[in-house]
């Protein structure tokens, strides 16, 4: 699935780019860093290493508008947060990079992507670790494919078919390089090796699964895959034990080097031993006959016979007593068959059946099922099915660009600079979502909050004044003062229970339409009892019940039927539960999420209920997919907690059959007349955005947003009908088109809202 990186909240690097990968994309086999065998891959070593900033160098030559190329990169450490950028100009900045491979502060591998970072599947990273890059850049259309392969492993397509960053003018030519690491940890890399498209690479000694022999690169060299132990021989490119473990038949008479007419390499003996007939001098190689040839001269197999007068080998003359081989002359020789319970070794002697080793038989490839548009959650640009296929899914309507596969708004934000927020040390927001990194002070001075240089004795900030109940608008419970201490505020009038710091009528309500009694607040929703301390949970197995549990961390779902119950999860991630697109049958209930950086919940397919959502950087659902999704009896407050945020309720860009109802979602704006200057930055109740279809909002208490209700691209079948609404918003009840209103009133007056 395809999601634009979050536009809100996060930095030009630390955040969690977005993902295109579904259940079964788990890339990125974990490589042993301690293992010299799958260090020795990378080489002579790194020739450029980036510390806390940007290391820039020239391209060993200009690379024309269409070209691949390689190279290798090793994070020295976990969660690095850095990147290899490629450009037209000198890159001393992100707005200079038009390519960029991230080793992300997340632990995982993504690729830039248009306006923000993506990949095709999730590819986790292990510091220590070099990992080969091969990058096919299309420049006249601004897309490029990116490959990765860890020492030895097989090469995974990271993304297919990512965008240039936006702002980045190219021209006709790539040019130049960087790195880039935001910690004291390096990002080590090898300088690239630049190929135009269409051009041979290379291929690898662990590409071919070979670990030893002479076999061709591909591209008209030979690869030097090494030799195997004196107890062991090279058998198409494996090392294999003893060919004949029996002893010699009486009378066996064993071949010679000479015999063989072999001058070097390690062969049978013909009686069960080994023959090493030498080694071949500098500049030279030993074919499989062997016979030591120029390095680059052995052709890879003979198609005629190499002169007129050549003379044909006979079975005889090979030695051979079974088999089909090379008569020497272009022809092929049949030397027969063994008898029963009798093989025919490689070089044609009969033996026992069980004394040669065979190859183990490869495993039947599962039957791929190809992705979709709808599936991958694209509505634009083409992306790759998954089967080996390509999916085109339209284009944008005027006025708009495809950004990871989601149609957005033309961007006109003019970023800041440095020099026009008058900074020269520290970071800072550059006003449109990405950060500015201005450089760092001499030693013995400190970077101040304004961005100045002072010196390090600069006296300190003054003594913490401590909040107290008023100054945050509490009435009732405790709270932190800000400065370490504890604030008592009293406690409620009979009747009444405290709930986030505000006294509410514990007495039933009105009923909503559907004659449901009870309004969702914190005390009658979210977990109950003792619940058990956990990390982060990973759900994999269909039908699973998970409860009871305390979670620090996040709750990652990816199987059907799963029922999750009584619990909380004090998120230290992007998302506190994520399910995974393509499942059903999931249940979420009595549960407390908060503390997340983005949203509660990402994705669809699942039935949630009595939930109490709060405290989040961002949104507190982000709904998706073909569902069905239902949310029921939950409450949901305090979103944005940033100041840059613009948190929803929900938010869906892209989704249908999905109903909310019986929900308290309370999000007051700064500027309502009862909640005066409120810390959180709430943007709406809910925004729709682009293909929303059969999407029912009914029977809930609404309150607050700059919008309650935004509908911004309706495409013609969102449902809100007898809602009751609050008036604590800052422009209106509802903006957009929501094509189906009715039933909806005034929660303080019953009176009808048109």
């Not at 006249?140 to 993304?159: A, H, S």
């Not at 880039?180 to 135009?196: D, G």
């Amino acid at each position: 699935m395809l999601l634009l990186a979050a536009a809100c909240g996060s930095g030009e690097i630390g955040g969690t780019g977005a993902s295109r990968f579904g259940p079964d994309d788990v890339g990125a086999p974990r490589v042993d860093s301690s293992d010299p065998a799958a260090l020795s891959c990378a080489g002579a070593g790194p020739d450029v290493a980036a510390r806390n900033g940007w290391r820039s160098s020239d391209a060993t030559e200009p690379a024309s508008d269409a070209l691949h190329f390689e190279f290798k990169v090793r994070p020295t450490a976990a969660n690095l947060d850095g990147l290899v950028a490629v450009g037209a100009e000198s890159i001393d900045d992100f707005d200079k990079a038009a390519i960029a491979v991230r080793f992300a502060g997340n632990g995982l591998v993504d690729v830039r992507d248009g306006g923000g970072y993506a990949s095709d599947i999730r590819y986790p990273y292990d510091p220590g670790v070099w990992y080969s890059i091969g990058v096919s850049a299309d420049i006249d259309n601004r897309t490029y494919d990116v490959e990765i392969e860890p020492c030895g492993e097989p090469r995974q397509k990271l993304i297919d078919d990512a965008a240039f960053r936006d702002d980045v003018t190219v021209g006709d030519e790539l040019g130049t390089w960087a790195v880039w690491s935001s910690q004291s940890a390096s990002l080590e890399v090898s300088t690239p090796a630049w190929i135009p498209l269409g051009g041979c690479v290379p291929t690898a000694c662990p590409s071919l699964g070979h670990e030893c022999g002479q076999p061709s690169d591909g591209c008209g060299g030979f690869l030097d895959c090494g030799v195997c132990g004196s107890d062991t021989i090279c058998d198409s490119g494996i090392c294999v034990e003893g060919l004949v473990t029996t002893p010699p038949s009486p009378g066996c008479v064993p071949d010679t080097c000479e015999s063989l007419y072999r001058v070097c390499g390690v062969v049978s003996d013909g009686c069960g031993g080994t023959l090493s007939c030498g080694t071949c001098g500098t500049g030279e190689r030993c074919t499989s006959w062997g016979t030591c040839v120029v390095a680059a001269s052995e052709p890879a197999a003979p198609t005629a016979p190499a002169a007129p007068a050549c003379a044909p080998d006979t079975c005889d003359d090979l030695y051979r007593d079974c088999g089909v081989t090379s008569d020497g002359c272009g022809g092929t020789l049949s030397c027969g068959a063994c008898g029963a319970g009798e093989n025919c070794t490689s070089w044609g002697s009969c033996v026992a059946a069980m004394s040669e080793p065979t190859a183990p038989s490869e495993p039947t490839a599962p039957t791929c099922t190809p992705n979709t548009c709808q599936s991958l959650g694209r509505e634009c640009g083409t992306a790759s099915d998954g089967c080996g296929g390509s999916l085109s899914c339209g284009g944008c309507a005027s006025g708009e660009s495809c950004s990871s596969g989601v149609c957005v708004q033309n961007s006109t934000c003019e970023p800041d600079t440095c020099k026009s927020l008058f900074r020269v040390c520290g970071t800072a927001s550059n006003g449109c979502g990405g950060t500015l990194n201005c450089g760092t002070c001499a030693s013995g001075e400190a970077c101040s909050s304004w961005g100045s240089c002072v010196a390090a004795t600069t006296p300190p900030p003054p003594a913490c004044e401590p909040e107290t109940c008023q100054s945050l608008s509490r009435e009732c419970g405790s709270a932190s003062d800000g400065c370490g201490g504890t604030l008592s505020c009293g406690g409620c009038a009979s009747g009444e229970s405290c709930s986030s710091g505000t006294c509410v009528a514990t007495a039933t309500p009105a009923p909503p339409p559907s004659g449901d009694g009870s309004r969702p607040w914190a005390h009658n929703t979210g977990p109950s009892g003792t619940l058990t301390p956990s990390g982060s949970l990973t759900i994999t197995t269909n039908g699973a019940v998970v409860e009871n549990v305390d979670v620090s961390g996040r709750i990652y779902i990816d199987a059907n039927n799963v029922t999750l119950r009584n619990f909380r999860v004090n998120a230290t991630s992007f998302y506190a539960i994520e399910v995974v697109g393509g499942h059903s049958g999931i249940v979420i209930e009595d549960g407390e999420l908060f503390n997340m950086q983005s949203a509660g919940i990402l994705g669809g397919g699942y039935t949630a209920r009595r939930l109490y959502i709060h405290d989040s950087d961002g949104d507190a659902i982000k709904t998706s997919g073909s569902g069905p999704t239902l949310v029921e009896y939950s409450f949901i407050e305090k979103l944005g907690r940033k100041p840059d945020s613009h948190a929803d309720g929900n938010q869906t860009r892209g989704g249908s059959n999905i109903t909310f109802r019986y929900n308290n979602i309370y999000m007051p704006t700064s500027e309502s007349p009862n909640h005066p200057g409120s810390p959180y930055k709430s943007n709406a109740n809910f925004m729709l955005q682009k293909n929303i279809s059969n999407f029912v909002i009914e029977n809930n208490w609404l309150n607050g947003g700059n919008y309650t209700v935004y509908c911004k691209q309706d495409s013609g079948s969102v449902s809100v009908r007898n809602n009751k609404f609050g008036r604590d918003f800052r422009y209106g009840v509802r903006a957009g088109s929501c094509s189906q209103w009715s039933g909806n009133v005034w929660n303080d007056t019953g009176g009808t809202i048109n």
